[in-house]
Structures are given as structure tokens and as C-alpha cells.
Nanobody, 123 residues
Framework: QVELLESGGGSVETGGSLTLSCAAS????????MAWFRQAPGKEREAVAL????????YYPDSVKGRFSVSRDNAKNTVSLQMNNLKAEDTAVYYC????????????????WGRGTQVTVSS
């Protein structure tokens, strides 16, 4: 069973950048998918990036496409989310998740979650 720990959140102005990191307690090579989700107050949790073990990044929603980039380092057991040109609507708690068998954009599919890191974007 993997434990995930996110870091790198914080406050940034509109148009700024942040890089989130997710450190895994065990080898992420055992997990086909490493994912980033976010949840804003009063909203459902949504996927913002999925990284497949072999295929790499395979999903970004339109809301972040072209601004967010996910990468996984299977040797270092880390997953990163580079976020550029941040907008106020990107404000949320960002979570790292892992799935051993496949990549899915629906949160209930994932059994392994980090505790989240807050990202706040202000104008």
C-alpha cells in the first residue's frame, strides 16, 4: 500500500506558476496511473492530470490544457505537476492519487490518496 505526500502548494498571483510534487512511500512503478485531482470549496473533486506508467501524460481537462504539465519519475517515486499561467479558478486543494491498474478521471476509482496541498490564486 502506497502513502502519498503532496508539497509545493501556496499562494500566487494570477498569471504565476507553481510546481506541486507528490512523493510516494513505495515504488510508483507498481501503479499504472499517477494522477492529480483538485477540489475547490463547494465543488466536486476533478481530475487535472493523469500520468500513465508507459504512455506518460494522457489526460488534461480543457480547463488546464496548455497550462498544466504532469511528469512522473518512476526511479525517484515522485510525480510533479507544473502549473503555469494560474487563474483564480485554479484555487483548490490539490491531491495526488495512485491506481495500480489503469488511468481514470473519476475519483471513486482511486483507493490511494495524499492529504492534499492548498493552492490559492489571487488577483
Amino acid at each position: 500500500q502506497v502513502e502519498l505526500l503532496e508539497s509545493g502548494g501556496g499562494s500566487v498571483e494570477t498569471g504565476g506558476s507553481l510546481t506541486l510534487s507528490c512523493a510516494a512511500s513505495v515504488g510508483i512503478a507498481n501503479y499504472v496511473c499517477m494522477a492529480w485531482f483538485r477540489q475547490a470549496p463547494g465543488k466536486e473533486r476533478e481530475a487535472v492530470a493523469l500520468a500513465h506508467f508507459t504512455a506518460g501524460p494522457i489526460y488534461y481537462p480543457d480547463s488546464v490544457k496548455g497550462r498544466f504539465s504532469v511528469s512522473r519519475d518512476n526511479a525517484k517515486n515522485t510525480v510533479s505537476l507544473q502549473m503555469n499561467n494560474l487563474k483564480a479558478e485554479d484555487t483548490a486543494v490539490y491531491y495526488c492519487a495512485a491506481h495500480p491498474e489503469g488511468c481514470y478521471s473519476t475519483p471513486p476509482k482511486y483507493n490511494y490518496w495524499g492529504r492534499g496541498t492548498q493552492v490559492t490564486v489571487s488577483s
